[in-house]
């Protein structure tokens, strides 16, 4: 069974610097999908950013990137110039191509003035 | 653009009594919606898929009977609480495919359940 790990319950970053989310997962499979998930204060879930694990370019997203690691199974999240907004928690993500979300324990970001 | 969204957004009721939420999708149809859990600051936990047209699928752990799910049309799939306990009350967050086969999904902004 897959599973997804991230092993930040907290992070803290003040306004304008850069910050990293880490995710890792385990899968037998080969082929499958990656999302970072944003759950600000009202709930609502809303995607961030999305990887195909046959794409080896890592993928962006203005302000968020990602550096996935296919071999190492790691799949983080870099905020770059956070903003007060990105002050959520974040959820990673890994779906099978034929499967359902499985989702990680989440990492809460507090982005200070 | 396309918008899942869930009624009610709170809802309160008594222990013994049930409570139906729903989920509909906007200006797209879903044959398959997903229905998650949400414990305060925990993660999302997959309940059951609704499939339009049959049976649910419910994941391991989940009662079937409990958690009574309805996909009765394309744009429309329910989640009935049975019998509910103060231990059933939760988040409740529903997700459709943005589009036939599609990776992505939108999600529902949650339906938060007090059973006192």
């Known amino acids: 069974a897959q599973t997804v790990t991230q092993s930040q319950p907290e992070m803290s970053v003040q306004e304008a610097e850069t910050v990293t989310l880490s995710c890792t997962y385990d899968?037998?499979?080969?082929?499958?999908?990656l999302f970072w998930y944003k759950q600000p204060p009202s709930r609502q879930m809303i995607l961030v950013i999305r990887?195909?694990?046959?794409?080896?370019q890592n993928a962006t997203e203005n302000r968020f990137s990602v550096n996935f690691q296919k071999a190492a199974k790691s799949f983080s999240l870099k905020i770059s110039d956070s903003q007060l907004g990105d002050t959520a928690m974040y959820f990673c993500?890994?779906?099978?191509?034929?499967?359902?979300?499985?989702f990680g324990t989440g990492t809460r970001l507090q982005v200070f003035p | 653009g396309a918008v899942v969204s869930q009624h009610p957004s709170r809802v309160i009721c008594k222990s013994g009594t049930s409570v139906k939420i729903e989920c509909r999708s906007l200006?797209?149809?879903?044959?398959?919606m997903f229905w998650y859990r949400q414990f305060p600051k925990k993660s999302l936990m997959l309940m059951a898929t609704?499939?339009?047209?049959?049976?649910?699928?419910?994941e391991q752990g989940v009662e079937k009977d409990k958690f009574l799910i309805n996909h009765a049309s394309l744009t429309l799939s329910t989640l009935t609480v049975t019998s509910a306990h103060p231990e059933d009350s939760s988040f409740y967050i529903c997700?459709?495919?943005?589009?036939?086969?599609?990776?992505?999904?939108?999600f529902g902004p949650g339906t938060r359940l007090t059973v006192t």
């Open positions: 997700s459709a495919p943005r589009g036939q086969g599609a990776v992505e999904q939108y």
């Open positions: 609704s499939n339009e047209g049959s049976k649910a699928t419910y």
């Open positions: 990887q195909e694990a046959y794409k080896q």
């Open positions: 899968t037998s499979e080969n082929n499958y999908y």
């Open positions: 200006d797209f149809q879903a044959t398959t």
């Open positions: 993500a890994f779906m099978s191509l034929t499967d359902k979300l499985i």
